[in-house]
């Protein structure tokens, strides 16, 4: 960039480029087109042209790789001066119109023609230019004052600070750049400053109105500078875009709104702390395209806060139109769409068709024309923050397969213009650049490759809307269950169904594996018409690892049983006589699926599920299981009591566990003597227990009757270990403990015993059940917390269940 020694006029008057097309063409000579300027050349000044500029790209390119050039991050922040000389000097003269200089107005518009120049000019921005040169005072006199040479540094982009023996009007102090020290000498110089002092550490300037004084400043690199000199020309982001935001180019805006997301992520996150979250107090400065965020003591974070600041801020961007604006995209080289092509075939047959709910899978878009890509800039849109673009397809969902939805599926969108369901199904990694924009937003989720779904659901109707979107956009149908069959989503799932097949005589099955919160495996199974549910038994429950394969054996005849006096919980389908029922090397259970919904979070129809629990009980009651009673509770009970014991001693706690051990120490020795439970075990009905009486293990059907399944940790002993552990769990409300409420402890007691009363014995050793069952479910819970302690839910769980406990328990 040269030295300006006086600008006559700058202003952003002129509207975006006509044209967005760089070509070449060959008439009565050659022209470069790039936009709206076109510039005519001789075959040999072409031949210059082309021959210089692919050597010395590919040099610069060498160099932008090797130095990780960015632009856009901070404008002009990359110091070093880069200039490729190799074979510069061009062998040709101009031939056409050497001379000529010539405005002209054409049916386009006007055409500016500067020797083999031609600017092509709308109309009218012509006349504002016309006007401005009019206007222009050539001659007119240099910086002179302490205002104008400021302005004249800023003009040239001189990176400076005020600094010591500046007086406003009279002295300019200046700190400057060391790199910049010849570019001050050169403007003092042109407009007339004389040099007064020029030493290393300090140089002097004298104006006819004002003296310079400049220290070199070796501390701050170019880019605090441009940060620095950036904020200089800040302005209200609000007016900014409202001014300008049509106007900006759309990587611009894409990065403008990318710090936005991400600082709305890190106040949801917690992590922006006395920053201001009100969008209208935000500022922006355009030379380093930087959002500034002002100091706010009272401002608030967490989501609520990033709630409010994410409306106000999409409120901005709607009414100025903002909120949907694609950046570039930049389509990929033919290698690598070969490769992303590949993985789209096989994500779509992985993530999509492997769900036996998925009937058919239509793609379109990008991925069926073969011009996916990745964007020059992060294009967002509402919370989402894309680099690449998104895979488009849509799934017809099987008729009988509605509610198997794959809890995989992200929902985003209840109908779209087209009638159907908005899921983003997954997604797939970009090849590269990904690393850049993570570094810029840390707190932004990005997306690579969305794998973005219209799901159709056949029950909704529009099958009209849905055929038509398909035709207007030419999908194709690339999976068709019917034509091709099941699909798995890995050998683990194929081997799984071969395996069920032999072991039941299925003919097809389809298998899913389910994501729930337990160490054992369970999996959705669709055979011949029907669904299951297969469980693998990895773990234990309330007895010893060792005796997993029993525990299932006694669970398969509890279940079996509690069916047949009129129980309803999911029935399980028995592998003939004398085959062992191992799947994967493991005892399985392949259970029938019941209809219904498991109610995890509040509020819980416990005037129906305490009394379904006081069911399974009381048909035990009036006629006994026929079932061996080798899990007994008090081996559950030694073996948490221990394992409290053990706990108590390790120095790692919280100080509010550990607090809470201390508190808890008085009811475990009132636990620990046999004799003690012995007595309140003889005090309470006698019965194969559930075992682990929680929301989860609830299913409530349509007609609102509820079902217990999961029996896993199922034992032999006194009922009151099934009522106190529902009590306790119902009140807790699983992973809501925000949620927890143990006014619902007594509520359902009172619900199970108007099924089944409560005897006098049992009513009065309710504290002592109180302090045996909450010490057994306080260990669990450090047990969990040792193994996994950054989950706060288990520290939340724990100490809600010892507050209780306390507050409830008996000790002598």
């Known amino acids: 960039m040269g030295v300006i020694k006086k600008v006559l006029y700058r202003g952003n008057i002129l509207g975006k480029p006509r044209h967005r097309n760089f070509f070449l063409d060959m008439e009565e000579n050659i022209h470069i087109h790039y936009r709206d300027l076109r510039i005519e050349l001789s075959r040999g000044e072409f031949e210059d042209f082309a021959d210089t500029f692919a050597k010395q790209s590919g040099e610069l390119l060498g160099i932008i790789r090797e130095k990780n050039y960015q632009d856009g991050k901070l404008a002009n922040a990359n110091q070093d001066d880069v200039r490729i000389w190799t074979e510069s000097r061009l062998k040709h003269e101009v031939k056409y119109h050497p001379q000529r200089f010539s405005l002209e107005e054409c049916g386009d518009g006007y055409h500016f023609h500067y020797r083999n120049y031609k600017i092509l000019i709308d109309k009218d921005e012509f006349r504002q230019i016309a006007r401005l040169f009019a206007a222009v005072d050539v001659d007119g006199p240099y910086a002179s004052s302490y205002e104008e040479v400021m302005e004249l540094l800023d003009a040239n982009e001189v990176d400076y600070l005020l600094d010591a023996g500046n007086v406003p009007g009279e002295v300019l102090g200046i700190a400057v750049a060391q790199y910049h020290i010849p570019k001050i000498r050169d403007i003092f110089q042109y407009i007339g400053f004389a040099v007064e002092k020029d030493e290393a550490v300090e140089k002097r300037y004298q104006g006819p109105r004002l003296s310079v004084i400049v220290r070199p400043d070796p501390q701050r690199t170019a880019q605090d500078y441009r940060r620095l000199r950036g904020a200089k020309s800040a302005t209200r982001l609000a007016d900014y875009l409202a001014q300008f935001g049509k106007a900006m180019d759309v990587d611009e805006l894409n990065q403008l709104k990318c710090q936005a997301l991400d600082f709305y992520f890190a106040v949801n996150a917690g992590e922006a702390r006395q920053v201001d979250t009100d969008p209208q107090t935000w500022l922006y400065a355009p030379a380093n395209r930087q959002v500034i965020f002002p100091y706010n003591p009272s401002a608030e974070t967490g989501k609520a806060s990033a709630d409010k600041l994410y409306r106000a801020w999409s409120a901005l961007l709607n009414g100025t139109q903002l909120g949907f604006v694609k950046p570039h995209k930049q389509v990929l080289p033919a290698p690598e769409q070969a490769a992303l092509a590949k993985q789209v075939r096989e994500a779509l047959m992985r993530d999509v068709a492997a769900y036996a709910a998925v009937d058919k899978i239509h793609l379109m878009g990008s991925a069926l024309r073969g011009d996916m890509g990745r964007y020059s800039a992060p294009f967002v849109h509402s919370k989402l923050a894309k680099l690449g673009s998104d895979v488009d397809i849509l799934v017809e969902i099987d008729p009988e397969r509605e509610d198997d939805i794959p809890a995989a599926w992200d929902f985003y969108v209840a109908e779209a213009s087209n009638r159907c369901a908005i899921y983003h199904v997954g997604q797939i990694p970009l090849a590269a650049g990904a690393d850049e924009w993570k570094?810029?937003?840390?707190?932004?989720?990005?997306?690579?490759?969305?794998?973005?779904?219209?799901?159709?659901?056949?029950?909704?109707?529009?099958?009209?809307?849905?055929?038509?979107?398909?035709?207007?956009?030419?999908?194709?149908?690339?999976?068709?269950?019917?034509?091709?069959?099941?699909?798995?989503?890995?050998?683990?799932?194929?081997?799984?169904?071969?395996?069920?097949?032999?072991?039941?005589?299925?003919?097809?099955?389809?298998?899913?594996?389910?994501?729930?919160?337990?160490?054992?495996?369970?999996?959705?199974?669709?055979?011949?018409?029907?669904?299951?549910?297969?469980?693998?038994?990895?773990?234990?429950?309330?007895?010893?690892?060792?005796?997993?394969?029993?525990?299932?054996?006694?669970?398969?005849?509890?279940?079996?049983?509690?069916?047949?006096?009129?129980?309803?919980?999911?029935?399980?389908?028995?592998?003939?006589?004398?085959?062992?029922?191992?799947?994967?090397?493991?005892?399985?259970?392949?259970?029938?699926?019941?209809?219904?919904?498991?109610?995890?979070?509040?509020?819980?129809?416990?005037?129906?599920?305490?009394?379904?629990?006081?069911?399974?009980?009381?048909?035990?009651?009036?006629?006994?299981?026929?079932?061996?009673?080798?899990?007994?509770?008090?081996?559950?009970?030694?073996?948490?009591?221990?394992?409290?014991?053990?706990?108590?001693?390790?120095?790692?706690?919280?100080?509010?566990?550990?607090?809470?051990?201390?508190?808890?120490?008085?009811?475990?020795?009132?636990?620990?003597p046999g004799e003690n439970r012995a007595r309140?075990?003889?005090?309470?009905?006698?019965?194969?227990?559930?075992?682990?009486?929680?929301?989860?293990?609830?299913?409530?059907?349509?007609?609102?009757?509820?079902?217990?399944?999961?029996?896993?940790?199922?034992?032999?002993?006194?009922?009151?270990?099934?009522?106190?552990?529902?009590?306790?769990?119902?009140?807790?409300?699983?992973?809501?403990?925000?949620?927890?409420?143990?006014?619902?402890?007594?509520?359902?007691?009172?619900?199970?015993?108007?099924?089944?009363?409560?005897?006098?014995?049992?009513?009065?050793?309710?504290?002592?059940?109180?302090?045996?069952?909450?010490?057994?479910?306080?260990?669990?819970?450090?047990?969990?917390?040792?193994?996994?302690?950054?989950?706060?839910?288990?520290?939340?769980?724990?100490?809600?269940?010892?507050?209780?406990?306390?507050?409830?328990?008996?000790?002598?």
């Open 439 to 672: 570094s810029r937003y840390p707190h932004i989720p990005f997306i690579h490759h969305l794998l973005d779904a219209y799901v159709y659901f056949p029950s909704r109707g529009h099958r009209e809307e849905k055929d038509a979107f398909l035709a207007k956009f030419k999908a194709q149908l690339f999976y068709d269950r019917a034509r091709d069959g099941i699909v798995y989503r890995g050998e683990e799932e194929q081997r799984i169904g071969q395996r069920l097949a032999a072991l039941h005589g299925f003919r097809q099955v389809a298998v899913e594996s389910m994501k729930v919160s337990t160490e054992n495996a369970l999996y959705k199974v669709f055979a011949d018409g029907q669904a299951w549910v297969l469980k693998l038994f990895k773990v234990s429950g309330n007895y010893a690892s060792n005796r997993v394969a029993e525990h299932t054996v006694y669970e398969e005849k509890l279940v079996a049983q509690l069916k047949e006096r009129g129980i309803p919980t999911a029935g399980i389908r028995h592998v003939p006589e004398g085959v062992e029922g191992y799947v994967e090397g493991f005892p399985a259970l392949l259970f029938e699926r019941i209809p219904g919904k498991v109610q995890q979070r509040p509020d819980y129809a416990l005037e129906r599920i305490a009394p379904a629990l006081a069911n399974v009980h009381r048909v035990q009651m009036e006629r006994p299981l026929a079932l061996d009673t080798s899990f007994p509770y008090d081996d559950t009970c030694m073996m948490w009591l221990k394992a409290f014991e053990n706990y108590q001693k390790n120095s790692g706690h919280s100080p509010e566990v550990a607090k809470a051990f201390a508190a808890l120490a008085p009811v475990a020795m009132h636990c620990f």
């Open 680 to 812: 309140w075990f003889a005090r309470s009905a006698a019965l194969h227990n559930h075992g682990d009486v929680t929301p989860k293990n609830v299913i409530v059907a349509d007609s609102g009757e509820p079902r217990f399944f999961d029996f896993n940790n199922a034992f032999y002993g006194p009922r009151m270990a099934d009522v106190v552990d529902g009590a306790f769990e119902f009140s807790l409300a699983e992973k809501y403990i925000h949620l927890a409420d143990f006014a619902r402890f007594d509520a359902f007691i009172g619900h199970y015993a108007e099924r089944s009363p409560l005897t006098a014995e049992e009513r009065e050793d309710l504290p002592h059940w109180i302090g045996l069952v909450g010490l057994i479910k306080f260990t669990k819970e450090i047990r969990v917390l040792l193994d996994r302690p950054q989950q706060s839910l288990r520290c939340k769980r724990a100490l809600a269940i010892a507050e209780f406990t306390l507050s409830r328990a008996a000790t002598t």
